[in-house]
């Protein structure tokens, strides 16, 4: 079954400071998305990415955040200047559009604590 | 804008029992819903779908869930609960007709199934 890869699992980082969140989508999948969970509560959507662009961003998404697409495999999101707010787990997660397949695949999360 | 109501925060059921985890949505176009599945610490995971056809769709685990476009319902349920079960499940929607692809999530239910 292909699944979507994020490193790290967990990352600790001081307030102020950049954090870079690292995510494999599934090789086949045309969109990208971040989420984010603050602990236990609603998953909420950050960024939608397709053909290299953003396609769609919450209200979240401000500009200290950055989604990108470097090379083939990789999908990044990074956080230029971390608040204590940020602290949460952000999901990865990618769908084809193909036919009538729809699905999404998310996964396993990477816990960000600011501290 | 599409949105998701989990109006239950736990669902308590007995082993062996039937269970009932409820959601009712809102979207302007044609709903594509979703159920996730999110065990302590780990990420979401996909149970089942529905986007077109038969409006009882069976996913994982011996989960089902009826589609109810007249109640704007899509409840998951379960013949037969196992302790196994016990996790904090997510109803998402999307809707079809945007070119939009983002997920919009319900705030979960924690299922508690006790021995």
């Known amino acids: 079954e292909p699944e979507v890869t994020q490193t790290p699992s967990h990352q600790v980082t001081q307030m102020g400071q950049e954090v870079i969140l690292r995510c494999v989508p599934i090789?086949?999948?045309?969109?990208f998305y971040w989420y984010r969970q603050i602990l236990g509560q609603k998953v909420e959507f950050l960024v939608s990415?397709?053909?290299?662009?953003?396609?769609?961003k919450s209200e979240i998404f401000d500009d200290q955040f950055s989604v990108e697409r470097p090379d083939g495999s990789n999908f990044t999101l990074k956080i230029r200047s971390t608040k204590l707010e940020d602290s949460a787990m952000y999901f990865c997660?990618?769908?084809?559009?193909?036919?009538?397949?729809?699905?999404?695949?998310f996964g396993s999360g990477t816990r960000l604590t600011v501290v | 804008a599409q949105s998701v109501a989990q109006p239950e925060d736990q669902v308590n059921v007995a082993e062996g029992n039937p269970l009932t985890v409820k959601c009712t949505y809102s979207?302007?176009?044609?709903?594509?819903l979703f159920w996730y599945v999110q065990y302590p610490n780990r990420g979401l995971q996909f149970l089942l779908k529905?986007?077109?056809?038969?409006?009882l769709v069976k996913g994982s685990y011996g989960f089902e869930a009826e589609f109810n476009k007249s109640q704007t319902s899509f409840h998951l349920k379960k013949p037969s609960a196992l302790v196994s079960d016990s996790a904090l499940y997510f109803c998402?929607?999307?809707?079809?007709?945007?070119?939009?692809?983002?997920?919009?999530f319900g705030t979960g239910t924690r299922l508690l199934v006790s021995p």
């Open positions: 529905y986007i077109t056809g038969d409006n």
């Open positions: 998402a929607v999307r809707d079809g007709d945007t070119g939009f692809q983002k997920l919009v």
């Open positions: 997660a990618s769908s084809e559009s193909i036919g009538n397949n729809y699905g999404y695949t």
């Open positions: 979207v302007s176009g044609n709903p594509y």
């Open positions: 990415f397709y053909n290299n662009e953003i396609s769609e």
């Open positions: 090789s086949n999948h045309l969109y």
